[in-house]
């Protein structure tokens, strides 16, 4: 399993200076959980029932007459929504992430195929290093493992992938549910996707501009040294 090497001495000066600043960013205040999540072209959406009981999952498609269901089934736990879902532009996959108010623990990526059924599932411990989960951030309610991450779907919305804040990498293929072995290939091929959207994240100063940074030294990108200097002058000053 593939992780990057470690932070170079200015990144662990930046990641402790961010760190003091957004240290009650992630403090247990929960907003209401989302009840749709929609795919990027609007085309299909899963349904949270919440709170019932089962937490059912629907997901339905946007059609000239209206919403049509395609499935409907229980959620993964049995209190809590998932926290986000990713849903495909077909409609055939379906990703949820994490639990609400109660990140890290359980199920935190799960997969669903055609008619909602689960093809793969994986707690922490299925795809992070003991190192890596001991060292996230903890809070009453939730195991930060995903602060400063980057999730997407990619090739062709086939598989999923996610980078954490210390580079690690992991992708899911959505057919099979499995975790692909990538190749450096593949590698490289998502560490362009995470260059790409963290330095336009730097560039516009937006809300994930510290996200941003955080990936680009964890991954070590070459141009990411000159832009890490420059927001850390910008704190101090």
Request: proline share 4%; net charge positive.
């Amino acid at each position: 399993m593939k992780t990057r090497k470690s932070l170079p001495p200015i990144w662990r000066v930046l990641t402790l200076t961010l760190a003091i600043s957004v240290m009650h960013a992630h403090a247990d205040q929960w907003g209401p959980p989302r009840k749709e999540h929609w795919s990027t072209n609007e085309r299909f959406v899963l349904k949270v029932q919440y709170p019932s009981p089962g937490n059912g999952l629907t997901l339905w498609e946007r059609t000239e007459d209206g919403l049509r269901q395609h499935w409907r089934r229980s959620g993964i736990h049995r209190v809590q929504p998932p926290l986000r879902a990713y849903v495909t532009n077909d409609g055939k996959y379906v990703v949820l992430r994490d639990v609400y108010h109660n990140i890290g623990y359980g199920e935190v990526i799960v997969i669903l195929g055609e008619k909602g059924e689960t093809l793969g599932s994986y707690q922490l411990r299925d795809f992070l290093s003991q190192a890596e989960i001991g060292a996230a951030r903890r809070t009453v309610s939730s195991l930060w493992w995903n602060e400063n991450a980057w999730y997407s779907l990619i090739n062709g919305e086939r598989q999923f992938a996610l980078v954490t804040q210390h580079g690690t990498i992991r992708c899911f293929d959505l057919s099979t549910g499995k975790i692909e072995d990538l190749n450096d290939k593949a590698l490289g091929q998502i560490i362009c996707l995470v260059r790409k959207d963290a330095l336009a994240w730097v560039r516009l100063r937006s809300k994930n501009r510290y996200r941003g940074i955080t990936l680009l030294g964890a991954l070590g990108v070459e141009d990411a040294a000159p832009i890490a200097k420059r927001i850390l002058e910008e704190e101090i000053d």
